[in-house]
């Protein structure tokens, strides 16, 4: 089950003094991005490296290969910032030499986002009955059951995962393992590889004769 996100519509909030009025407050919100880059070695350590350098925090963070002729791959990161530091997230993803494609999600309108979790429960069978019946609740699967553990899958948005596996702390000991946010925007638009491939061709070649030149000097 993956959950559908709608585009935000909050607004700043303006503060105003005795003697003066300051500008409108800027909102942090949650916003998320989807990348296509390079397949190639240290593409994902530039692009954490550009998070973890500026300050930013990254929520969540998934990548896979989508195209193996255009050995391209796709990463979905969920950050949260103001509308400036979104901003400058964006453009400054768009300037690494591997990045061919920037998209924010959330700017785009509503889009679907999904994770998967393997959760464990250890427990006596009534526990593990209790479990299920949990599972359940949420759309879960029974993954395996070995001994007193059992497995559950789970495929869903971020807040029904967490609420599952709260859920399941109260039976025993549990362990989680899941992975970050993936997500597509709704709609009848589509993210065509061959297109991204041809259009940022041009400035691909040179973003990277600028960056050799920089370690030139």
């Known amino acids: ?31 998320c991005f989807a990348v296509l880059v390079d397949n190639e070695p240290g593409v994902l350590a530039r692009v954490v490296g550009l998070f973890s350098g500026r300050g930013y925090n990254i929520d969540s963070l998934t990548v896979d290969e989508i195209s193996t002729d255009a050995h391209l791959s796709r ?5 949260t910032g103001t509308p400036h530091i979104i901003d400058q997230i964006k453009a400054q993803l768009g300037r690494l030499i591997p ?18 979790a393997f959760i464990k429960v250890i427990g006596s069978p009534e ?34 995962i967490n609420k599952m596996t709260q859920q399941l702390d109260t039976l025993g000991p549990t362990e989680v393992a899941r992975t970050g946010n ?3 925007t709704c709609g009848e638009n589509i993210l065509k590889v061959s297109e991204v ?16 030149a920089s370690l030139l000097r």
């Open 127 to 160: 526990k593990q009955a209790e479990a299920v019946l949990i599972a359940r609740k949420f759309g879960a699967r029974i993954a395996d059951t070995t001994g007193n553990a059992i497995i559950f899958e789970l495929t869903s948005g971020l807040d029904q």
């Open 1 to 31: 089950m993956s959950e559908t996100i709608a585009k935000s519509d909050a607004t700043n909030v303006g503060v105003s003094g005795g003697v003066y009025e300051a500008g409108p407050l800027e909102k942090p919100s949650r916003q």
């Open 75 to 79: 990463i979905t990161i969920v950050t």
């Open 197 to 212: 491939v041809r259009k940022s061709a041009s400035s691909h070649k040179e973003n990277e004769r600028a960056y050799n």
């Open 99 to 116: 990045v061919r494609e920037v998209i924010n999600l959330t700017e785009q309108g509503a889009f679907v986002a999904g994770a998967l």
């Open 182 to 184: 993936v997500a597509m």
